[in-house]
């Protein structure tokens, strides 16, 4: 003989998916790329580092140099991890894409949209 609760028998209460929509986005952006001038947000990631772990977010001018982005933000960035060695920088990526920059492209003439995201390994 099975003894049922009789609260555990009841119908359960109907089943509420989670919300997927929350309205209209009707309003201006408070982070697109019009309010920035002639810069842009630019994500860094440093994939499987341990120690950084997550990406960095940084305002850079769109006309910036590779090998001045490279010196002024993220050298100063990354090497607060003391295994960093900019030499050894490898496996770029763009949106997780590979790419191969060269030190006098843009980040604009690389096609680095507003809010993209680099990463790159030490192997």
Known sequence: MTIIDPEIAKEPAEFKAPPTEFGEYNFPSRDHISLYGEDQLLHILWRGNIFIVCAGCFRVPRAM??????????????????????????????DD????????DTIEGLGIEHKGVISFELP
């Open 65 to 94: 140099k590779w090998a001045d982005f490279v010196a002024g933000v993220l050298t100063p960035w990354a090497s607060a991890d003391p295994d960093f060695d900019v030499s050894r920088v490898a496996n770029w990526k763009k």
């Open 97 to 104: 894409t590979a790419f191969e920059p060269k030190d006098d």
